[in-house]
C-alpha cells in the first residue's frame, strides 16, 4: 500500500488545479453535447451521451479522485445550474454515479502508456455509469415510481428499452466519444502534458497488482455510492428533491444563453491552465537561480 500512495504524488495546489481544471473542461464539453443533434434511425435513437474521454484522460494521467469528482461538479454547475435547472436530489444520484465510474477507470491503469490497459479502462468507466444509470431506471419502473417510456417500433418492456438505450450509449458514445479519443490522446500526452503543468508524470515502472487498485475496499465503497446514488434517485422522483431549483434561463433568453455556460467554463479552464503554466515558469525560474 506504500507504494500505491506514491503513485500520485500532487501538492494541495496542484489536486486543486486538477479539480478545477477537470471542471471546467468536462462542464465546457457537456454544454457542446447540447448544441449536437440527435439522430434518429427508426426506432434507435443515437444521441451523443458525453465526451468521456475528457475526465477519463485527466483521471488516468493525473489524480483519478480529483479528476473524477472535479467532472462531475462540472456537469451540475455549467450543465444545470447556470441554466437554471438543479434538482437537487437527483443531480446527487448523477454526481455519485459518474465520479465512481470515472474513479475506477482511473484506478485501473498501471501504465498510460499501455493501450490496453487504457481501452479496458475507458470502457470501464463508461460501462459501470450505464450500468447503474439502467439499474435505477428500471427500478424506478419496477417499483411504480415512475411509468415505462416506451420507444415506438420496439416492445414495451423495460428491458427492452432500458437495454437499447444501455447499448446506444455504449457503442456509441462510450466506443465514438470516450474509448478511441482516450486510447489516442493518454500515450500521447503522456510524459509531455504534465511537466507543462508543472507536475510530475505518474511512474509506469511501478507495477501494481489488480487487488492493489481495485481491492474489496473500493469494491464495497462503490457497491455504497451506487445504493446512495439510487435512494436519491427514487426521493427525487417522489417529490422529496429538499433543494430543487428552476429559473429557465434558456426559455427565457433563448438558446443562446447556453453560450454563457459555454463562455464562463472555457474561462475558467483557460485562467486554471495559465496559473499552472506561470507556476511552472516560476519553479523553472527559482531552480535556474539556484544551480547558478
Not at 450543465?79 to 443531480?91: A, K, R, S, V
Not at 455519485?96 to 470515472?102: I, N, Q, V
Not at 484506478?107 to 479502462?121: E, K, Y
Not at 469494491?219 to 455510492?225: A, E, K, M, P
Amino acid at each position: 500500500m506504500n507504494q500505491l500512495k506514491k503513485r500520485y504524488v500532487l501538492t494541495d495546489s496542484q489536486k486543486m488545479m486538477v479539480f478545477i481544471l477537470s471542471m471546467s473542461l468536462y462542464g465546457l464539453s457537456n454544454m457542446m453535447t447540447e448544441l449536437i443533434p440527435e439522430v434518429r434511425l427508426g426506432p434507435i435513437e443515437l444521441s451523443v451521451e458525453y465526451f468521456a474521454f475528457i475526465p477519463l484522460t485527466l483521471c488516468i494521467l493525473f489524480h483519478p479522485l480529483y479528476a473524477a469528482v472535479g467532472a462531475a461538479l462540472g456537469e451540475v454547475i455549467f450543465g444545470e445550474i447556470m441554466l437554471g435547472q438543479f434538482g437537487g436530489l437527483g443531480e446527487l444520484e448523477k454526481f455519485l454515479a459518474f465520479s465512481l465510474a470515472m474513479y475506477i477507470a482511473g484506478s485501473l491503469v498501471n501504465d498510460p502508456r499501455n493501450r490496453r490497459q487504457v481501452g479496458i479502462a475507458a470502457m470501464t468507466g463508461v460501462v459501470i455509469h450505464q450500468m447503474i444509470s439502467v439499474i435505477v431506471d428500471m427500478t424506478k419502473v419496477w417499483v411504480g415510481i415512475e411509468e415505462l417510456e416506451a420507444v415506438e417500433g420496439l416492445a414495451e418492456s423495460v428491458l427492452v428499452v432500458e437495454g437499447v438505450a444501455f447499448l446506444n450509449d455504449v457503442l456509441f458514445s462510450g466506443i465514438l466519444f470516450a474509448l478511441l479519443p482516450t486510447l489516442y490522446l493518454v500515450p500521447r500526452l503522456y510524459g509531455k502534458i504534465e511537466p507543462l503543468l508543472g507536475m510530475k508524470p505518474r511512474d509506469n515502472k511501478i507495477t501494481y497488482s489488480f487487488s492493489e487498485r481495485i481491492g474489496p475496499k473500493l469494491i464495497i465503497t462503490g457497491i455504497v455510492i451506487a445504493f446512495v446514488a439510487m435512494i436519491s434517485e427514487f426521493m427525487a422522483e417522489s417529490d422529496m428533491a429538499l433543494i430543487e431549483w428552476e429559473a429557465d434561463f434558456v426559455d427565457k433568453y433563448g438558446d443562446w444563453f447556453i453560450w454563457v455556460s459555454i463562455g464562463v467554463a472555457a474561462l475558467i479552464a483557460a485562467v486554471t491552465i495559465t496559473i499552472m503554466m506561470n507556476r511552472r515558469n516560476n519553479q523553472k525560474s527559482l531552480n535556474g537561480t539556484k544551480h547558478v
